[in-house]
Each structure stands twice: as C-alpha cells, then as structure tokens.
C-alpha cells in the first residue's frame, strides 16, 4: 500500500460510483504529515480493485474545475463536475466573479462535464459579510446547469434553510444531489420531496453522527448515493487518516447495515442511482 494509507477494505460485491472526489487535493494529517497524493492511475486502480470502479472528478475553483475537465478527457472511468466553491465565490471582487463564472459556463459545456458543483452556500467558513456573493454565485450555477443539462451539486454548510430557499424560488435542474448530506430526518424528506439525491459520505459512520443516520433511513433507496469527498471526511475506523476512493467500501457496508440491506443490493442500487443522478452511465475501470 501507498506509505501514510490506510489498507485497502475487502471488495464489495457488486461496483458502485464515488459520486464526489477530489483525486487533485493533496491529504493533510495530523497523524501522518501533509502532502499526501496518489498518483491518479494508481488511485483508479485501487479503487477499482475493491468495486469503486467510477469516479465523479469535483472542482471547487477555476484551477481545479480545469483540471477535472482534463483528467475526465484522459481517463474514461472519470467525469468531471466544475464549480466555485461558495466559500471561493465570497472572496471573489464582483468583476472577478463574473470572470469566473463565465469560465465555468464555459468548461460546463464540455462533454465530459456531467455536472457544475460544487456549488451552494456555506455559512459555516464565510461570515454574513460573503453571504451575498454565494447567493449571487449559487443561482448562477443553477442557471449554468439548466443551460447545459447537468447535474447540480450542492454543497450545504449550516445553510439547510436558505439553500431549500433558493431551490423553491429559482427551481432545480432536472437532476440536483445534496453533497456530503449534512442534515437530519426532516431535512432529508424536505430534500427528497423536491426530487433530490442524497449523497452520504463517511460521516455517516461517525459516532457523533446519529442524525445522519436517521436521515439515511427515510431516505428513498432509489436517492441513495455514496461519495468520499477524499481527501476528507474519511469513515470509521480510519476517521483522521488520509481518505481515498478504496475506502468507499466502508461506508458502504456500514450504510448496509444500519438500513439492513443486502449489501449487493445496495451496491447494485447505488450504481444505479448514480447513473440517473448524473444523466447516464460510463465506462467504469477494469
């Protein structure tokens, strides 16, 4: 294994998708020191080899949004969203942030673009003084995936009423994904009857963490999606450590058994999930 990682988990039974990654961010820890990279082919390879065998490629600035267009080009078993984090969009001068979402306007339009995220607000890293270019920002994304039909990413940081707020004034796209789930049983519902995906990271498995797993057991098995967010949010046992797409089959196993599902049953739903979630399927990794 990679030095500073943890092993890789026993295979799933059946291949699901890592819905949100960041393969271009370097791991910080504690523990172990920073600047910690996989190589992307051997990233892909690891993942494949324990069933994660496609992979969802996020950008949260222009430079990372460029560089997930890139890597999807050159690696079929990857897609790219592109976006401004709404945290990068507050620091943005006015002028610079249109700059910047025309350029995202225009890699949205590449092909292998299946989705513009991740997007939203945050009001967890930016102050009330920011909270008005994330909007401004956030409908623009909204507007930039109706205009190429793709898939919107969100990304909620204690902002679950405002975020629902926008939604219900703009509408969503067709196909919309809650990243990183973060919020309880009512908020789930209150996503999924606006025709949400939700997404559940690592989190999900975090002792502190029971109000995701109520939210995940009201959660329509057909909305369940899987994601990392690796580098971070890596799950239990591992919580601290570097995170990487090998480590999905621990969330994975954990989400089948709080709902008590079979576990090739919700691999198999989950590749499925993801395929409507983000407008159709891919070649996956061999």
Aim: with cysteine; hydrophobic share 40%.
């Amino acid at each position: 294994m990679t030095e500073g990682w943890p092993e890789a988990p026993e295979a799933l039974p059946s291949p699901v998708v890592d819905n949100h990654c960041h393969l271009d961010h370097r791991s910080w820890s504690k523990e172990l020191g920073g600047g910690l990279l996989i190589p992307i082919d051997e990233a892909l390879d690891r993942a494949a080899a324990v069933g994660v065998t496609r992979i969802v490629q996020v950008g949260c600035d222009l430079e990372s949004s460029r560089w997930a267009v890139e890597t999807a080009g050159a690696y079929p078993s990857v897609v790219a969203a592109v976006a401004l984090h709404p945290n990068d969009a507050a620091r943005l001068e006015p002028s610079d942030l249109d700059v910047a979402l025309a350029e995202i306007d225009r890699l949205a339009a590449d092909p292998v673009v299946r989705a513009v995220g991740e997007t939203g607000l945050d009001y967890f890293r930016t102050g009330a003084e920011g909270r008005p270019a994330q909007h401004r920002s956030f409908r623009e994304h909204i507007a930039i995936a109706k205009r190429h039909d793709r898939t919107l990413v969100i990304h909620d940081r204690d902002a679950h009423d405002d975020v629902l707020a926008v939604i219900d004034e703009v509408g969503a796209p067709d196909r919309w994904v809650m990243h990183c789930f973060s919020g309880d049983a009512d908020f789930a519902r209150a996503c999924v009857e606006r025709g949400a995906f939700l997404s559940f990271a690592g989190t999900v498995t975090f002792k502190n963490a029971e109000n995701l797993r109520e939210a995940l057991l009201v959660t329509p098995t057909d909305r369940i999606l899987v994601e990392t967010d690796a580098p971070f949010l890596t799950p239990t046992p591992h919580r601290g450590r570097p995170n990487a797409s090998f480590l999905v089959p621990l969330t994975v196993r954990f989400m089948a058994d709080h709902l008590g599902h079979d576990l090739a049953e919700l691999c198999r739903a989950i590749d499925t999930n993801t395929d409507r979630a983000f407008g159709g399927s891919w070649p996956q990794r061999g």
